[in-house]
């Protein structure tokens, strides 16, 4: 396999896995504070990280263009290794998509969890301070 695209498959499995984490279900905006607290540190702690994850999603744009390009050339559609390379083209070209989907739905996610913590205190801090008075 392709390192490229090995690096690639690797980034989109840990991008679904944080996707997959976010979208489960929080019991308490505590643990909705420790998972967001704990994916930011991650994210604002380690800079290369963050590096990264742009080479990679902008590598993902690239084969992403490149697969599309392919699929809308005119080829000779009779041969069996046209329809093999076809095949591979189309893969590539989900994959990448999907990569490049998750890679804005996380970022969403984590927005929106941040301003659902931010709105659960506030609301909680508003009923403590209804119940004083």
Known sequence: MDPGWM?????MLCEA???????MP?????????VITGLM??????PNLRYISYA?????????YASYMWLHEDHDHSTTAFKT???REQRNAYLTGMGLGLFFILRRLMDLHTQ???AREAQ???EAEKKTH
Do not use: Q
Not at 26 to 34: A, G, L, Q, T
């Open 116 to 118: 659902l913590h931010a």
């Open 56 to 64: 990679l999603l902008t590598l993902n744009g690239y084969y992403f």
């Open 7 to 11: 690096m690639l498959y690797v980034f």
């Open 26 to 34: 929080m019991p308490s905006n505590h643990v909705r504070k420790i």
């Open 41 to 46: 540190s991650i994210w604002t702690k380690f």
């Open 124 to 126: 909680k801090e508003a």
């Open 85 to 87: 390379r076809l095949f």
């Open 17 to 23: 896995l944080a996707v997959a984490v976010l979208t």
